[in-house]
Every structure is written in structure tokens, then in C-alpha cells.
């Protein structure tokens, strides 16, 4: 069974702070990718990375930024948290393929305040 | 502008078959079309995965028409258990990659 897990299932951080939120993917997946998930919204794509220390941008990457130093983790970074990113954020992984068969972690719920 | 487009919310009954549509423009024939299934508090789940005609596995069918301007996600005998949140995923593999989700649906299966 492909298991995506991700550091916190609840997050609690005050404006300015830097935030940090963690993937891991335990299946050898070369794609992982971070969403964020708002009511009416749906999911839209912050980033995706297809190789280690390979990123590249999706819908809305402003204000983010991403790590993958290991091709298990993907990290999302939070240079300057700020209200409008409180948000429920989602990790996925994915083979190579140009269906992008996700699989999803269980989602970090993060509040900024 | 890749879009997807799909109801905001079905009703069912159980033992209905459930058909929900996805409408997405500007699709090559290379795209793939993907749907999932998403419970409260957790992480969508992959149901089926396909990118033209028809596909079927043990929980769903997915048809693809010839113009490809919509998808059909199509659940057999609905139960309560299938009340969840459902999202079509579009591929757009032209150009790069741009992963475009639906807005998803809301799908209500009563007794």
C-alpha cells in the first residue's frame, strides 16, 4: 500500500512566522506535489517536483517555496506565513506517466493568526 | 485557459447508477482525465484514469466522447457509503504540465 504521510495533521502559527511542512512518500515515487484545498475552491497546485532538486511552479506559487534534497520528501516553505494562507494543504506522489495517478496524504490543516 | 468544469452537488438514492460529468476545454488527445473520491478529513482517494473511450475497473466506468470536451464518471448502485466529495483531475500535457481540478462534487447517496 503507497502511504504519503505528512508532519502534522494541525498547524497553529502566527503572521511572519517562517513554516515548514513536511511529505514523505514511501513507495519510490520520481513526482510529489503540494496542493492547497479552500471551500469552493477545490485543490489548486502550489508546486510539483519530477526528480530531486527539481521543482517547477503551478497554479499558485506566489509566497511559497519548495525543498526536495531526498527523492522521499518534499518540503513546503512558508517564508513569511501570512493570514491569507490559512488553508488546508495537501502532499501527493505520483510514478512517472503522463497521467499523474496521485496519491494523497491525509492533508495539513494549517491556521495563521 | 484550461479549465474543468463540473456540478457543484447530486443527489442519489441507494442502488442508482450515478453519472457525473466533467466539462474541460482545450484537451489534446493525450490528456488524461482522472477522478477521485474525497471523505471529510482526509486525503482524495484515485478511482479511475483514463484518456479516451471508455475505461472500467471494480468500482467505476469512465467514458471519454469522441470531441473530448467532457468526461462521465459513472458510479454503479450507489450505497451510503459512496456519499463523498467527487474531483476530475485534468492532465494538460501541451507545453508542460498544468494539473487542473474540477471543483468537485458533492454527492449525497440517501436510503
Known amino acids: 500500500d503507497v502511504k504519503v504521510t505528512q508532519s502534522s495533521r494541525y498547524l497553529v502559527k502566527r503572521t511572519g512566522e517562517k513554516v515548514f511542512l513536511e511529505c514523505v512518500q514511501d513507495m519510490d515515487h520520481e513526482n510529489m506535489f503540494w496542493y492547497r484545498q479552500d471551500p469552493g475552491l477545490g485543490l489548486r497546485l502550489i508546486y510539483f517536483s519530477y526528480d530531486v532538486k527539481m521543482k517547477e511552479k503551478g497554479d499558485i506559487p506566489e509566497g511559497y517555496s519548495v525543498s526536495r534534497e531526498k527523492k522521499e520528501r518534499f518540503s513546503l516553505i512558508l517564508e513569511s506565513a501570512s493570514t491569507n494562507q490559512t488553508s488546508m494543504y495537501l502532499c501527493?506522489?505520483?510514478?512517472?506517466?503522463?497521467?499523474?495517478?496521485?496519491?494523497f496524504g491525509p492533508g495539513t490543516r494549517l491556521t495563521v493568526t | 485557459l484550461a479549465k474543468t468544469t463540473q456540478p457543484i452537488s447530486m443527489d442519489s438514492y441507494e442502488g442508482q447508477e450515478v453519472n457525473i460529468t466533467c466539462s474541460h476545454n482545450?484537451?489534446?488527445?493525450?490528456?488524461?482525465i482522472t477522478w477521485y473520491q474525497q471523505f471529510p478529513s482526509q486525503g482524495p482517494r484515485f478511482i479511475i484514469q483514463g484518456y479516451k473511450t471508455k475505461v472500467t475497473n471494480e468500482v467505476a466506468s469512465l467514458f471519454i466522447p469522441a470531441d473530448r470536451k467532457s468526461s462521465t464518471l459513472s458510479l454503479p448502485r450507489v450505497s451510503l457509503s459512496d456519499t463523498a466529495v467527487y474531483y476530475c483531475?485534468?492532465?494538460?500535457?501541451?507545453?508542460?504540465?498544468?494539473?487542473?481540478f474540477g471543483k468537485g462534487t458533492t454527492l449525497s447517496v440517501s436510503s
Open positions: 483531475l485534468v492532465a494538460f500535457n501541451q507545453a508542460g504540465t498544468a494539473l487542473i
Open positions: 482545450n484537451i489534446a488527445t493525450n490528456d488524461y
Open positions: 501527493a506522489s505520483s510514478t512517472v506517466g503522463q497521467g499523474y495517478e496521485q496519491y
